[in-house]
């Protein structure tokens, strides 16, 4: 699976607008460094500490909890309206739901 969404990323990089390559090399870096920790790569040897996917899962949260309370602050101090404060809300909802999946975490 990660493969194929890695050759996905690689081939619409080739031929979409120069200006999403940046965009293209973040995708492209987040899923070789999500096939290497799959692997084990002896690379990144932190990777395989045991206790390295749940204290990640855990810091995740943890900026996710940071992120919510920056937007209600901003949302409090009319720096960003409802609307916008809904959104960003939503993202992070559905962050929550993936890491928050045993199949995908």
Not at 45 to 66: I, K, N
């Amino acid at each position: 699976m990660l493969e194929a969404a890695l050759a996905y990323l690689e081939h619409s990089r080739e031929i979409d607008h120069d200006g999403l390559s940046e965009m293209y090399e973040d995708l492209i870096r987040l899923q070789r460094r999500r096939l290497e920790i799959l692997h084990g790569d002896e690379a990144h040897p932190a990777a395989a500490h045991p206790d390295y996917q749940d204290r990640y899962g855990d810091v995740l949260r943890h900026v996710r909890g940071v992120q919510r309370a920056t937007i209600l602050h901003l949302f409090n101090h009319h720096e960003i309206n409802e609307d916008t404060m809904r959104r960003l809300e939503y993202e992070l909802d559905l962050m929550d739901a993936q890491f928050d999946d045993p199949e995908h975490g």
